[in-house]
């Protein structure tokens, strides 16, 4: 009973890592530029909005389900009531995409967004979970380049001192290098 047992755990262990090694992987690294605007209320109520920065490293599973780590940095200053602010965010975000093929060179894209946020804004700092979605359109340059324009809403509950950013839209544009 405990070789059968062996046996058939080795076998099924056998068609995992088969089936794990026939999918097609490919990672890339690339960066993006953007535009993105925050929602902010309370003491300060001043929409804030500013070019967005990122790096981005991931795996593409398939050709249609991608994995990505993405670093952004955003940076605003403004004046309200004659005070200077000073907005700045990091983010660490993870993403996973479904990749719609709607020609050769050419994916439509939805996902899920989940991070963290680090924001600075009148001198006070909170990090927090942040969580939200994003869409868009890829295209491929060549074997190793593509391009996606995208929108990405990023809910967050930023609350220090009667200041609140309840969330960030970004619009963005990227360059990936495929491995």
């Given at each position: ?6 046996l ?15 999918a ?28 967005a ?13 991608r994995?990505?780590?993405?670093f952004s ?9 004659g ?36 924001n600075?804004i ?16 890829q ?15 990023i ?23 495929k491995?």
């Amino acid at each position: 009973m405990k070789n059968k047992m062996m046996l058939a755990g080795a076998i099924c262990s056998g068609f995992l890592v088969g089936s794990v090694n026939a999918a097609e992987v490919e990672f890339f690294a690339g960066a993006a530029a953007g535009y993105q605007t925050d929602t902010v209320e309370g003491k300060i109520a001043h929409d804030t909005e500013a070019a967005a920065w990122q790096g981005r490293v991931g795996v593409l599973i398939e050709q249609q389900h991608r994995i990505t780590g993405t670093f952004s940095y955003m940076e605003d200053e403004f004046s309200q009531a004659g005070t200077d602010y000073k907005q700045e965010q990091y983010s660490w975000l993870i993403s996973y995409d479904y990749l719609l093929p709607v020609h050769k060179n050419v994916n439509l894209f939805a996902g899920v967004t989940v991070g963290a946020n680090d924001n600075k804004i009148a001198g006070r700092t909170d990090t927090h979970s942040v969580y939200g979605g994003h869409a868009g359109a890829q295209y491929k340059w060549s074997k190793h380049f593509s391009s996606d324009i995208g929108y990405r809403y990023i809910a967050q509950e930023y609350d220090r001192r009667d200041i609140k950013i309840d969330d960030s839209q970004q619009v963005y544009l990227t360059l990936d290098y495929k491995f």
